[in-house]
């Protein structure tokens, strides 16, 4: 029997249906409360530099609303890590962030900005906040990540998710995998995330290395027509099915 597989789920896309109006409704914390409830194992949110979904204000409200482990997902700036020690939120995923881009489309260049990173890994580090990398599947970036000390990497599965035919999608799970192994193999735990729904989640849930996938846009997408909770218990079936 392979480790249980974790369910982040991101819940930026509320927030910005939220803003899409000004006010404060579908609120985030809502919507948190219901993945608790519904047997979701963690809270993931981005902070983005220009506050596009997910506020300063929501975080302290997100934390507060339920036990589940916060992911904050931010950009490696001072202003980031500032916020970062104020919340202690359980882990930080550090993303690459470019403000013209619609959603986070490359992996972290861990390799190219080991100088840049390694001060804001440890000091993160030495909060107590647990650091993950959103890298592309590469193993330039898992070494690069095993210098900089962090405990976790998150494999942007983007490439997979956005594959055209069943070979590119094999191939690139494959890359995954093979990734996902190589992580593990170092110390390092590998969790997955992008671009994933109910039709592509399954070859993906079932790489035995991972541990924990973060999804959100789909599922957000999908509450639409049939309920948080729904989607999110959908979801939770099929990584289930995918690792028995
Ligand atoms: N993981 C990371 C690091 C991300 O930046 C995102 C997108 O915000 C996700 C997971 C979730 O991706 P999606 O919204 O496509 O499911």
Redesign the pocket.
């Known amino acids: 029997m392979s480790r249980p597989l974790r369910l ?1 789920v ?1 819940i ?2 509320v927030a910005t249906i939220r803003n899409a109006r000004g006010g404060d409704h579908p609120d985030p914390v809502r919507a948190a409360e219901i993945v608790a409830q519904c047997g979701g194992d963690g809270i ?1 949110a ?1 902070l983005r530099e220009d506050r596009r979904h997910i506020r300063d204000e929501d975080l302290a409200r997100i934390q507060a609303a339920t036990n589940l482990p916060l992911n904050l ?1 931010m950009a490696a700036t001072e202003e980031m890590l500032a916020i970062a020690l104020r919340h202690m939120p359980h882990a930080a ?1 550090i ?1 690459p962030e470019r403000r013209e881009e619609r ?2 489309e490359g992996g972290l260049d861990a390799a190219g900005q080991h100088n840049r990173l390694y001060p804001l890994v440890q000091r993160l580090g030495e909060a107590g906040i647990r650091v ?1 990398l ?1 890298i592309a599947p590469e193993e330039r970036q898992i070494e690069a990540a095993l210098r900089l000390g962090a405990p976790v990497v ?1 494999l ?3 490439e997979y ?1 956005h594959a055209v035919g069943e070979a590119a999608a094999e191939a690139e799970r494959a890359r995954i995998a093979a990734m996902a192994a190589l992580a593990a193999r170092e110390g390092i735990e590998p ?7 109910y039709d592509n989640v399954g070859p993906i849930a079932a790489i035995a290395e991972l541990a924990e ?8 997408g999908e509450a639409i027509f049939c309920g948080l909770e729904a989607s999110v218990l959908r979801m939770r079936r099929l990584m289930d099915a995918a690792r028995a």
């Open positions: 982040g991101n930026d896309h993931t981005h997902e995923c993303v959603t986070t993950s959103f998150e942007h599965t983007g998710a969790h997955a995330g992008h671009g994933l729904t996938l973060n999804i959100g846009h789909y599922l957000i």
